[in-house]
Structures are given as structure tokens and as C-alpha cells.
């Protein structure tokens, strides 16, 4: 018995959350042999480094699939590759990252296989039928759940679960042709808008985020919450009662249907804190809200808080950390 | 054009979440209920769709027969007609026995002679997050799927589907009938008029009962993550709590 493991690549290595992913997959297979699938256009190499970083972390061999459709992105090709993988090596799990596109190549995989799909798992046990916590709600609740049948089939929450060096050698490598019905490839990437809108800090990736919610009151309260951010060199945010508002894009929405946020600090003015708010930025190491009610629901997630209006307590930090940088 | 939207009644939970004795659900006495943002999204874009092209739009829902209300709403703000596969009240049904119901209800509109061009899901539920009920919908019907989009546009038998990704967008062109998955951000959905209401009102809702098949992702309890609460250390009062929080910023070293 093996676990087989979905990686996504990012350009020179293994993406970060294909490691987390393998970290539980360990715990999965409780000593069995960790296989790992990635795909590439036959004229791509995938790099000795690879296969050395997948091996540092358990896997004992990396299957490639090789096909002219993984120029590009297609989902169901990679499910399929997938698919005949497994009937070959049986495996007794499929692992895949909780990205979006983790998530979507193993429910087309689940699909397929007429299987249940655990997503955004942080813990699981095998077994028939294995056991899983996984996150519901965006992250605010967890479910335990007996996930039924062979080959268990689930994918592992972002940022939850460590990766973790389990040497086990250089993953031997070993190359196959899947066979794609036209239908495998008929949904793939076939072309890429560029963002113009580059440059500025993105919110994801933002080291500091100040954000507001209906505190702010009107589009126009969002200029000294983005002078503060300038002067942190930081990004903007909001909540969903400001884009529902139309004060700001939906691409400023920090929560469960927005962006997730993993900055140093969030400062989050004039925001309750609901739970779906909330689930976009657990990631953050520190959270200091500004409220004027002391009773606000954010105040149980926050590491700090002032209590105030943010129109009067935002405008006096700006001018506080001008004044000590003049010093 | 004739389009289906799938939207799911979930309840809209404030600052802090409160679960039933026996740990399978969310208490809910005081709570009131919506559907997930990426769903109003899809019902959005399925009204502008036939307002341009034709056709018809149609909300389904398979959810107790509170989610009427859900319903209603979807067609206050344009929906034609509603399909509703009425459960229990404290049933929650996994991924796959979803969409075999939703998979038997477009098969029965096939059988009285509607056929969707485009079907909607939302990326993920609002509650359980599953990623994959429109992946399944999509695999039985044997039709191309996207997921997670913010752009849709149909033209000349095809539909133009956008995907953010770190950069830019991605772009998938894909023949009708479709599949997609859609996420908020594709659009601004409209508040519904009074007019719209009323009209809601008398527009039709066919309701069936589905039976469940055992679920196969069987829940066994919910819990609450750890850690979750903490009291926040009061920095001060007002504007004068300003020096306090530059302090704080400058510990962190990001000041
Ligand atoms: C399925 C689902 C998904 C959702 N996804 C998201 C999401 O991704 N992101 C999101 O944000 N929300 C999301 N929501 C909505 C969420 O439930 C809340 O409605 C929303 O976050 C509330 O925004 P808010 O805190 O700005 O507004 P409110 O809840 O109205 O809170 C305003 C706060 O500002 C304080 N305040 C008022 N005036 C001032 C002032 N002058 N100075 C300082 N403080 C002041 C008040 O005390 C209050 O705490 C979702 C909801 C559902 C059901
Ligand atoms: N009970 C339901 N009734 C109708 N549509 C649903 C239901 N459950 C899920 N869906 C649809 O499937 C999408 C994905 O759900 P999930 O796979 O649970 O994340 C949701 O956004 C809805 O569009």
C-alpha cells in the first residue's frame, strides 16, 4: 500500500503547500511508500531539484506524466493522469493541496472514481473508513468526519499543517504517457490577461494590512486608512459591508469569500469581526482592532485594541509615527 | 439561453459561532439565514445572461422548505422559476448525494424538454467548503467545467471563463452547455425592488422530495478550533492611545 500524492510545482522547486501536504500524507501512510505525481509538456524537464526536494520530504519515487496538454493548466488531464496512476499503484490515499486548483483537480479525481472528497484536511487518520478533521465554515468550525471507501481521497488546509524534512533520499524518477481522450483536454488555460494594475503592495502578501468595515461610514473615510497603510508600506483592506457598499473593489475584501491574509500586523478599524471576516485573516501574527464599542465580537480574536473612534484614532498613529521617524 | 443556478441556505452567523448540544450543528434559534456570496454572484450573472440573450433562468435548491426564502429571494432579483428538493430540517447531506439529487432533477427538466446551456455553481459552499458539487454535476452530465471564476461571458455558443490567479487572469474558452464555478467579485449583484419582491411571489417553484443516500463523508462531530478566544490588551482610549500603538508597531518592526 502507498499514499499518492498530487504536487504542484512552482518555477525551480515544489510549492510550499505540496510539502504541507506531504507532511500529512506521512501521517497517512504510517510508514508505506509515498508516491508523488506532477506533470510537464514533454519538452519541460522537471529538475533533478525536484525530485531531491520531494525526496527530502518522504516521497520514494515521482511519477511524471508527460503530455503536450500540460503546457498549460488542465484540470481534468491531470485528474485522468491521476486516475490511471492509482489503477496501476493502488494506492490507499490521494492527497492534494488545499489550493484552488488542489481542490479541483482531486474533486474531478473524486468525480471519476465515484469517491468522497475531504477537503481542507489538517488532520487524518487511515483506516476503513479513515477519519478526518477537516475545516469548515472558511476555518471557524472543524468537522470530524469517517471519510468511505478506497482509495481515501482528501486534500490539506493551507498553512496548517507543517512541512517537515523526512529524508528518504533523492525520490527515484519515473516517466509515463497518459492516455487523454479529447474530452481530458478540452478544458485547459488557453490564455493570460496580465494584471495592469501591478505594482503597490498586494493584499495577500502585505506585510501590514489596514483595514476598515462600515466604520469608516463613506468611500471618503477610507483616505486616512490608506495614508496609514502608505506610511507602513502597507495594503488596504475591508470587510464585506464596504464592498457591498460599493466603497471599495471586491479585491480589498479580506474574509471567508475574499482575500486571505497572513500579514505581520492587521489593524482592523471600525470592524466587528464577524466570523466569515475573520476566517481571511487567521493568518495574521498580530491583530490590533479600533472600535468604539468595547464589546465588539473582533475584540475575542484580537491581540490588541484602542477603544475610539477611527476617525480620531487613526489620523493621531499617522501623525505619531511621523513624528518618530522625524526623531 | 436557458440557465440553472445552485445556491445552498446556510445561516449567517455573527461574531462568534454557538453549537448544538449534540455537536452536529450550528444553534441557529437567532440566526437568520442567506446564501454564500459566490452563489449570489451566479444568480446575478444568470439574470443579466437572459436579459441579454433570452431564455430562461432557473434557481435550484435542495434544502428544508425554510430555504423558500432563499428561493424567493433569488427570484426577486430575476429568476424565473425555482426547483426546490425539499430535505429535513437537521438533514445534511454530503457532497455526492448532492449532486446525484441536483444530477436527477436536470435529467427530469430533460425528460419535460428544458435543457441548460450553463450551469451555475458557487466555488464553494458557504458551509461545509467542499469544492466539488459542481465538479461532480458536471462529470455525470459529461460536460466541460471551470471553476472559480470571476469572469464569464457567453458568445456565439461558447463561454469566456476568467480565473484570478497571482498576476493576472487566466482565460479557459469552453463550448456550451458548460459548467462553471464562480466566486464573488464576478459581478455587483443588484439589491431586489419592491416590484421584484411581489413578483417573486407568484413566480413558480416546483418542489420534490429526494431520498438520501447514506453519507459516504459521514460527519461525525463539529468543533470549534482551538485558541479561539482571547481578551485584546487595551492600548488606551481615543487618540491619545496613538504613541501605545507606535510602540506596539515598532516592537513588531514594522514601523
Ligand atoms: C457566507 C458569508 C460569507 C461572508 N464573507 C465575508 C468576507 O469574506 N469578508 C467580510 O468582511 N464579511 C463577510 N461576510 C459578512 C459578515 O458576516 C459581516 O456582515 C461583515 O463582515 C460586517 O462588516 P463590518 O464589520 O464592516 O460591519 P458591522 O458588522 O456593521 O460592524 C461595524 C463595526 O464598526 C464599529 N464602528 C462603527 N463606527 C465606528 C467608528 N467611528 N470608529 C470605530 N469603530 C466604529 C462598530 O462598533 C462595529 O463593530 C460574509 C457573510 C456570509 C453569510
Ligand atoms: N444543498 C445544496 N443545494 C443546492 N446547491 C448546492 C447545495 N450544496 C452545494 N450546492 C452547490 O454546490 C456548490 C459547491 O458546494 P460544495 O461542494 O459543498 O463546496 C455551492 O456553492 C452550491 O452552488
Given at each position: 500500500?502507498?499514499?499518492l500524492v498530487?504536487?504542484?510545482r512552482?518555477?525551480?522547486?515544489?510549492?510550499?503547500l505540496s510539502?504541507?501536504?506531504?507532511?500529512?500524507?506521512?501521517?497517512?501512510?504510517?510508514g508505506?511508500?509515498?508516491?508523488?505525481l506532477a506533470?510537464?509538456p514533454?519538452s519541460?524537464?522537471?529538475?533533478?531539484?525536484?525530485a531531491?526536494?520531494?525526496?527530502?520530504?518522504g516521497?520514494?519515487t515521482l511519477?511524471v506524466?508527460?503530455h503536450a496538454?500540460?503546457g498549460s493548466?488542465?484540470?481534468?488531464?491531470v485528474?485522468?493522469a491521476?486516475?490511471?496512476?492509482?489503477?496501476?499503484?493502488?494506492?490507499?490515499a490521494?492527497?492534494g493541496a488545499?489550493?484552488?486548483?488542489g481542490n479541483?483537480v482531486l474533486?474531478?479525481i473524486?468525480?471519476r472514481?465515484?469517491?468522497p472528497?475531504?477537503a481542507n484536511?489538517?488532520?487524518?487518520a487511515s483506516?476503513?473508513?479513515?477519519?478526518?478533521?477537516?475545516l469548515?465554515w472558511?476555518?471557524?468550525?472543524?468537522?470530524?468526519a469517517?471519510v468511505?471507501?478506497a482509495p481515501?481521497l482528501l486534500?490539506?488546509a493551507p498553512?496548517l499543517?507543517t512541512?517537515?524534512?523526512a529524508?528518504?533520499?533523492?525520490?527515484?524518477?519515473?516517466?509515463f504517457?497518459p492516455?487523454?481522450?479529447?474530452?481530458?483536454?478540452?478544458?485547459?488555460?488557453?490564455?493570460?490577461?496580465?494584471?495592469?494594475t501591478?505594482?503597490?503592495v498586494?493584499?495577500?502578501?502585505?506585510?501590514?494590512?489596514v483595514?476598515?468595515?462600515?466604520?469608516?461610514g463613506?468611500?471618503?473615510?477610507f483616505?486616512?486608512i490608506?495614508?496609514?497603510?502608505?506610511?507602513?508600506?502597507?495594503a488596504v483592506?475591508?470587510s464585506r459591508a464596504?464592498?457591498?457598499?460599493?466603497w471599495?473593489?471586491?479585491?480589498?475584501?479580506v474574509g471567508q469569500?475574499?482575500t486571505?491574509?497572513?500579514?505581520d500586523?492587521?489593524i482592523?478599524?471600525?470592524?466587528s469581526g464577524?466570523t466569515?471576516h475573520m476566517?481571511?485573516c487567521?493568518?495574521?501574527?498580530t491583530?490590533l482592532?479600533v472600535?468604539?464599542?468595547?464589546?465588539?465580537?473582533?475584540?475575542?480574536?484580537a491581540?490588541?485594541?484602542?477603544?475610539?473612534?477611527?476617525?480620531?484614532?487613526v489620523?493621531?498613529?499617522?501623525?505619531?509615527?511621523r513624528k518618530?521617524?522625524q526623531? | 439561453?436557458n440557465v440553472l443556478?445552485c445556491?445552498?441556505?446556510?445561516p449567517?452567523?455573527?461574531?462568534?459561532?454557538v453549537?448544538?448540544?449534540d455537536?452536529?450543528a450550528?444553534a441557529t434559534?437567532?440566526l437568520?439565514?442567506?446564501?454564500?456570496?459566490h452563489?449570489?454572484c451566479?444568480v446575478?450573472?444568470a439574470?443579466?445572461?437572459?436579459e441579454?440573450?433570452?431564455?430562461?433562468s432557473?434557481?435550484l435548491?435542495?434544502?428544508?422548505?425554510?430555504?423558500?426564502e432563499?428561493l424567493?429571494d433569488a427570484m426577486?432579483?430575476?429568476?424565473?422559476?425555482?426547483?426546490h428538493?425539499?430535505?429535513?430540517?437537521?438533514?445534511?447531506?454530503?457532497?455526492?448525494?448532492?449532486?446525484?439529487a441536483?444530477?436527477?432533477a436536470i435529467?427530469?427538466?430533460?425528460?419535460a424538454?428544458v435543457?441548460?446551456?450553463?450551469?451555475?455553481?458557487g466555488?464553494?459552499s458557504a458551509?461545509?467548503?467542499?469544492y466539488?458539487v459542481g465538479?461532480?454535476?458536471?462529470?455525470?452530465?459529461e460536460?466541460?467545467i471551470a471553476t472559480?471564476?470571476?469572469?464569464v461571458?457567453?458568445?456565439?455558443g461558447?463561454v469566456?471563463?476568467?480565473?484570478?490567479?497571482?498576476?493576472?487572469?487566466?482565460?479557459?474558452?469552453?463550448?456550451l452547455?458548460?459548467?462553471v464555478?464562480v466566486?464573488?467579485?464576478?459581478?455587483?449583484p443588484?439589491?431586489?425592488?419592491?416590484?421584484?419582491?411581489m413578483r417573486?411571489?407568484?413566480k413558480?417553484i416546483?418542489?420534490?422530495?429526494p431520498?438520501?443516500?447514506?453519507?459516504?463523508?459521514?460527519?461525525?462531530?463539529?468543533v470549534?478550533?482551538p485558541?479561539?478566544?482571547?481578551?485584546?490588551?487595551?492600548?488606551g482610549?481615543?487618540?491619545d492611545?496613538a504613541?501605545?500603538?507606535?510602540?506596539l508597531?515598532?516592537r513588531?518592526?514594522?514601523a
Open positions: 500500500m502507498s499514499v498530487v504536487v504542484e512552482e518555477p525551480g522547486g515544489v510549492d510550499e510539502l504541507q501536504a506531504l507532511a500529512l500524507a506521512r501521517t497517512l501512510a504510517q508505506a511508500s509515498i508516491e508523488a506533470v510537464t514533454p519541460d524537464t522537471v529538475s533533478q531539484g525536484v531531491a526536494t520531494l525526496g527530502e520530504h516521497v520514494s511519477h506524466a508527460e496538454v500540460f493548466y488542465a484540470p481534468t488531464a485528474a485522468q491521476a486516475v490511471e496512476l492509482a489503477e496501476r499503484l493502488q494506492p490507499a490521494i492527497v488545499g489550493t484552488e486548483r479541483e474533486a474531478h473524486a468525480a472514481l465515484d469517491l472528497l475531504a484536511c489538517i488532520a487524518a483506516g476503513d473508513p479513515a477519519r478526518v478533521t477537516r469548515r472558511g476555518g471557524s468550525l472543524l468537522e470530524e469517517d468511505h471507501g481515501t486534500t490539506v498553512h499543517v512541512a517537515e524534512r529524508p528518504a533520499g533523492e525520490a527515484a524518477v519515473e516517466h504517457a492516455t487523454l481522450s479529447e474530452a481530458d483536454q478540452l478544458v485547459r488555460v488557453t490564455d493570460r490577461a496580465e494584471d495592469d501591478a505594482g503597490g498586494s493584499l495577500a502578501d502585505a506585510k501590514v494590512v483595514s476598515s468595515g462600515r466604520g469608516a463613506s468611500p471618503e473615510g483616505g486616512i490608506e495614508e496609514l497603510a502608505d506610511l507602513l508600506g502597507g483592506g475591508c464596504v464592498t457591498m457598499a460599493g471599495r473593489p471586491h479585491t480589498d475584501q469569500t475574499g486571505k491574509i497572513a500579514p500586523i492587521y482592523a478599524c471600525g470592524i464577524a466569515q476566517a481571511g487567521k493568518g495574521a501574527k491583530i482592532a472600535n468604539t464599542d468595547p464589546q465588539a465580537p473582533i475584540l475575542a480574536s491581540d490588541y485594541a484602542v477603544i475610539g473612534d477611527l476617525h480620531e484614532v489620523p493621531a498613529i499617522s501623525a505619531e509615527l518618530a521617524r526623531t | 439561453m443556478v445556491v445552498k441556505r446556510v449567517m452567523t455573527g461574531g462568534k459561532i453549537l448544538t448540544a455537536e452536529q450550528i434559534q437567532h437568520g439565514f442567506t446564501i454564500s456570496p452563489e449570489e451566479g446575478e450573472e439574470v443579466r445572461i437572459v441579454q440573450h433570452g431564455g430562461e432557473v434557481v435548491t435542495l434544502g428544508p422548505p425554510e430555504a423558500e432563499q424567493r426577486a432579483l430575476g429568476m424565473d422559476r425555482a426547483i428538493l425539499v430535505i429535513g430540517d437537521d438533514e445534511d447531506w454530503d457532497a455526492q448525494a448532492t449532486a446525484t441536483i444530477l436527477d435529467e427530469a427538466e430533460h425528460a424538454g435543457d441548460f446551456d450553463l450551469i451555475f455553481f466555488n464553494e458551509d461545509s467548503g467542499g466539488q465538479i461532480r454535476v458536471a462529470h455525470a452530465l460536460r466541460p472559480g471564476l470571476k469572469g461571458a457567453v458568445e456565439a461558447r469566456r471563463c476568467e480565473q484570478e490567479v497571482p498576476g493576472g487572469r487566466d482565460v479557459f474558452d469552453l463550448p452547455p458548460a459548467v464555478t466566486k464573488e467579485g464576478l459581478n455587483f443588484r439589491y431586489p425592488s419592491v416590484p421584484g419582491r417573486a411571489q407568484k413558480p416546483a418542489s420534490s422530495s431520498t438520501a443516500a447514506p453519507a459516504r463523508l459521514e460527519k461525525v462531530r463539529l470549534s478550533p485558541g479561539e478566544r482571547k481578551e485584546a490588551e487595551i492600548l482610549h481615543g487618540p492611545a504613541p501605545k500603538v507606535v510602540e508597531l515598532q513588531i518592526g514594522v
